[in-house]
């Protein structure tokens, strides 16, 4: 539970300053097309808070050319994960953030290089 805290802190410290450069701007282009019957990693234990991730990642990518907003839906995001952390537990604080980080990863390679 500390690594998960550590790493995540340190995650997301990350993000908030590594988005001043131009990359945020490249196409993370509307890829909505998202399937609820799609395979999930066996690691995921909480669904729904996995498909919560992935919800507000996609609403994110929407304001991927907004820097400002960006960094906002970060942290965001990780107010997120600290409220269901302490209202759902760890392990749906950790199947959220792999909801966000899988569908980043996948529809956004360039954004995800930067924040990951």
Excluded: W
């Excluded at 395979?39 to 995921?44: G, I, L, P, Y």
């Excluded at 929407?62 to 960006?70: G, I, L, N, P, Q």
């Amino acid at each position: 539970m500390r690594f998960f805290r550590s790493a995540a802190i340190g995650i997301f410290s990350v993000l908030a300053l590594s988005f001043s450069s131009a990359i945020i701007f490249t196409s993370c282009g509307g890829t909505e097309s998202h399937s609820s019957a799609k395979k999930v990693s066996s690691k995921v234990h909480d669904r729904e808070a996995y498909a919560l991730g992935e919800k507000h990642a996609m609403n994110l990518l929407k304001s991927a050319h907004d820097e400002d907003s960006v960094q906002e839906g970060l942290l965001d995001i990780r107010a997120r994960m600290s409220n269901i952390e302490s209202n759902l537990g760890c392990q749906s604080a950790v199947d959220y953030e792999r909801g966000f980080t899988d569908y980043v990863r996948k529809n956004c390679d360039s954004l995800a290089r930067i924040i990951f």
